[in-house]
T-cell receptor, first 113, second 116 residues
């Protein structure tokens, strides 16, 4: 079974530019999550999709962040315009309904300069 | 509201020695508790989870953790460290499901170093 796939693995962009991160969950996993780890800090929840619907987006920092999940399959997280404080590692994870414990992707390391 | 405290951002042990990584949690609802490990350049991997069954939970790679409600702790242990255990370890807590999924609150992580 393929795991959770994220790309790009690394992205370096200038302040003010737009970046789109993509996550392909494990096939059949209805739950998809985005988390972020800023340097030296804890991993923080951003949002949770159930299929194509946003179940909980309480962790989204501000309206520069837009997440979508087309047809309940892959998800994108767009940052527009990017700011320096958006730098960090963005993790995606997926799980089956009713299953504790996710499968995480390897993360996208975003650097805003 | 939930929170997790991991004592010690860096822990160093000798190969063959006991590994003890500390985790204390705060939760207003019965907690579900997790330990994840991140090896260099990899994603987070689930080591073990407590979901209100047995309080002593065994995980992969010889790790185990004990849920102690009275101490609000979920410390991770391994009797004998191996060089391959060097990684960053994260403790996390969640509440019950919402919409069939569960949101995790993580600690700040503990970097484990294993020395010869």
């Amino acid at each position: 079974e393929a795991g959770v796939t994220q790309f790009p693995s690394h992205s370096v962009i200038e302040k003010g530019q737009t970046v789109t991160l993509r996550c392909d969950p494990i096939s059949g996993h209805d739950n998809l999550y985005w988390y972020r780890r800023v340097m030296g800090k804890e991993i923080k929840f951003l949002l949770h999709f159930v299929k194509e619907s946003k179940q909980d987006e309480s962790g989204m920092p501000n309206n520069r962040f837009l997440a979508e999940r087309t047809g309940g399959t892959y998800s994108t997280l767009k940052v527009q315009p990017a700011e320096l404080e958006d730098s960090g590692v963005y993790f995606c994870a997926s799980s089956l309904q009713g299953n504790y414990g996710y499968t995480f992707g390897s993360g996208t390391r975003l650097t805003v300069v | 509201a939930q929170s997790v405290t991991q004592l010690g951002s860096h822990v160093s042990v000798s190969e063959g020695a006991l590994v003890l990584l500390r985790c204390n949690y705060s939760s207003s609802v019965p907690p579900y508790l997790f330990w994840y490990v991140q090896y260099p350049n990899q994603g987070l991997q689930l080591l073990l989870k407590y979901t209100s069954a047995a309080t002593l939970v065994k995980g992969i790679n010889g790790f185990e953790a004990e849920f102690k409600k009275s101490e609000t702790s979920f410390h991770l242990t391994k009797p004998s460290a191996h060089m391959s255990d060097a990684a960053e370890y994260f403790c996390a807590v969640s509440g019950p499901f919402t919409g069939g999924g569960n949101k995790l609150t993580f600690g700040t992580g503990t970097q484990l170093k294993v020395e010869l």
